[in-house]
């Protein structure tokens, strides 16, 4: 006798037959006595169609009305969803964004959730009803209907079980679970039981693309435990919850990698108050993210300063900073798209010292040169050639003893 | 300076050069100075495509439901336009039906229009804003999602018309605008300039599909000037008003035919009281319509009763009767799918007697036998064999005057 809130990503709503198996395994909750609200995506694909229509119509599509224009994806599957419950004789209901009132801010293509009244859906429960909502959409204060961005309806679930107070938040997907790498490229990755709110920003921000990055902070934030699993399979996934309540406490729970950036060195900068400005204003005003930064300087009062952006802004950042070298009289730019960024992550290592020291001398005995270092309290990030990845991931995962034991 | 209500079918916004197209259309109202509202129809298939998407989803698909996905389809157009006029650097604004508070009874599938709430087009019009309403689409007092049914956007622009007491309301579709009779069948037919609301009441409902007839009444009721016209030229179409607006009073409008019935005949029924509801109910209560009914008495105290019903409900319906004979003692029962139903309409039938005796004779002139009669005060309707339809409109759009000059 729970609350449980479900939520389902595109691949598991892509065409009739997936919604019916989606049906199936809500029916199972609801017959188990709970009370289930469902947060649906839209069906696999279509959200780029509809970006892509918009496209074709227009230079540079109206965020208000490509939002009214993507909103459509996430209606249609909870409309599916929903009569096809109905067709097998249970209560329920379809609700959009504005009608579940998820009330955002009019950041349109990225609103923010301000609030959400739980009123309708706590009646639609009370009367033994499933409630099924669309995802990734909102409403503003104005009535405009918003969109929450990229993997919004991670966001949409994780929202709307803070605002019920619910017992979980199943995120169904196609993967069964987080691992402690990525099983494509390190055969020996175990999947991981249960993993705190931190462990998981970091795994999310660093590649392991499972869940929202916005939804783990906002789970994190009114503790709501958040269960990743198979739309596909009845196994239990991986556990999303409180630093404390994670029962087997690793020094390093994952091992990443990221291929997606790209990096940047400017040579023989001259080292002068003000010059990162310079150098990173242009960089921010192009809306590129910068991620890593070092800078070593020499003895002659000159500097080299490395940094990385997505490997998609590669070509438009070294323009940018071939204008900028000149304009500072940096003696060169050059770069190098073929990097990539393995990260161990683990809360256990706040109170373990000496996990750098294993990360560094893992890599050194394959010969792996380490190009740029970043820590934080529970991650430390080398970028390393790309070619090596796979080699770097699989000593790290058995030098942390993270190796499945078959 | 006028208000102006624009809507565009299915056929003009079939994709995404067509509704640049009705931009196009669009502006060129708007920069001579007019306010302008666009209420748009989903493009073209779409609401077929969505509704075999819930009969694949569904055995019977729930109406609330069907609804929520069938508004998707003028979402989609809405969003499209409004952001095409936007690229184009004016303003506009998409309305969805809750939006532009189009507020309906709770009708799922036909709803009907309650109130239209004008606060908001009203604030975007006097902005010189251009404002996009998706048609066909509602929401009803607890704020869940409704339609209005085939032909609804039509129904849409002319509630919203009133509601704005708009100059004019221009439906532009893919015919240049009402004609006395069918052109592919009487090539002789005039495109008629202008028509009384009660006469396109009948054209309507008689096989002239160019208008949803429960538009016409709403034009009516509240005397908005409908203008039919032609997305794809600059000419001028039909404009359908009060009747006494209309400039040149002919007796006989149009001659329209209708192939969508089928004839049933009961021979030899028992001439009792309550026979009728006998023959009726079972009918009625299987949802089939009955158009025409005529009843012709023996000498015998028996009587021979024959109606028509919709071909599509031919074979139900001859099944009923085939019961019902048995149970009520008639003889026999046969039916003719066969027929077609040729109408003359005209306002000025009312002050000139006969009309009914011109079209008899016409027919009988051609050796066309009338199978069954039925007459309004602007309508003269009678049942031949459907091999003479052809032959039957020209004639009589001959013997009315109607045909064109040259």
Known sequence: MALIVQKFGGTSVADNQR??????????????????????SAMAGITDRLI?????????????????????????????????????????????GHQAEVVTDCEYGNARILEIGTDRIKRLLADRSIVVVAGFQGVDIKGNITTLGRGGSDTSAVAIAAALNADVCEIYTDVDGIYTADPNICPRARKIKEI??????????????????????????????????SSFSEEEGTMVVQEDSVMEQLVVSGVTHNLDEARITLKKVPDQPGIAAK???????????????????????????????????????????????????????????????????GVGMKNHSGVAS?????????????????????????????????????????????????
Request: aromatic share 6%; with cysteine.
């Open 279 to 345: 150098i990173f204003s242009p960089i921010s005003e192009a809306g590129i993210l910068v991620d890593m930064i070092i800078q070593n300087t020499r003895a002659t009062g000159q500097t080299d300063l490395t940094f990385t952006v997505p490997k998609a802004d590669y070509k438009r950042a070294m323009e940018i900073q071939r204008q900028v070298a000149e304009k500072i009289g940096a003696e060169d730019v050059f770069g190098d798209p073929s990097i990539a960024k393995v990260s161990v992550i």
């Open 196 to 229: 705190s709110y931190d462990e998981m920003l970091n795994m999310a921000s660093l590649g392991a693309k499972v869940l929202q990055i916005r939804s783990v902070g906002f789970a994190k934030k009114y503790n709501i435990p958040v269960h990743v699993r």
């Open 19 to 40: 919604i019916r198996n989606v049906a199936n395994r809500v029916l199972k909750a609801h017959d188990q006595g709970n009370d289930v609200v469902v947060i649906l």
């Open 52 to 96: 892509g229509l918009a496209n074709e119509a227009t230079k540079t599509p109206d965020p208000r009305e490509l939002d009214v224009l993507l909103a459509t994806g996430e209606q249609t599957t909870a409309a599916l969803l929903a009569m096809m419950l109905k067709d097998m004789g249970y209560k329920a209901q379809s609700l959009l």
């Open 358 to 406: 294993v990360m560094f001398n893992t890599l050194a005995r394959e010969n792996i040169n380490i190009i740029m270092i970043s820590t934080s309290e529970i991650r430390i990030s080398c970028v390393i050639e790309e070619k090596y990845t796979e080699l770097a991931v699989r000593v790290l995962h058995t030098a942390f003893g993270l190796d499945r034991e078959d």
